[in-house]
């Protein structure tokens, strides 16, 4: 079964860096397409990064500059470097994949900037 495992959350003082990892299990890595995503309190699910299997990424307008998406195929792991955070960042990170049509979300990490 597809598991993913995230890390790295916590407090941090605004114009601070965190760095999340997500460790996946149960998919074929090297060819998954992966993602990170935030929900903050009373707010939707968004999109953060995104990485594809040949390393290609997007990012939200709202991180870009500030945030790295990166991936090691052999630890089967994606990370999410967050630099120069905002209170606004504050939020439930997730790591993401879709195998078969169907989403597969980690339990969340998170992420509190303090101004």
């Known amino acids: 079964q597809v598991q993913l495992v995230e890390s790295g959350g916590g407090l941090v003082q605004a114009v601070g860096s965190l760095r999340l990892s997500c460790a996946a299990s149960g998919i074929i890595f090297s060819i998954s397409a992966m993602g990170w995503y935030r929900q903050a309190p009373g707010k939707q699910r968004e999109l953060v990064a995104r990485?594809?299997?040949?390393?290609?990424?997007i990012y939200a307008d709202s991180v870009k500059g500030r945030f790295t998406i990166s991936r090691d195929n052999a630890k089967n792991t994606v990370y999410l470097q967050m630099n120069s955070l905002k209170p606004e960042d504050t939020a439930v990170y997730y790591c993401?994949?879709?195998?078969?049509?169907?989403?597969?979300w980690g339990q969340g990490t998170q992420v509190t900037v303090s101004s």
């Open positions: 993401n994949t879709v195998r078969n049509g169907r989403d597969y």
């Open positions: 990485i594809t299997s040949g390393g290609r990424t």
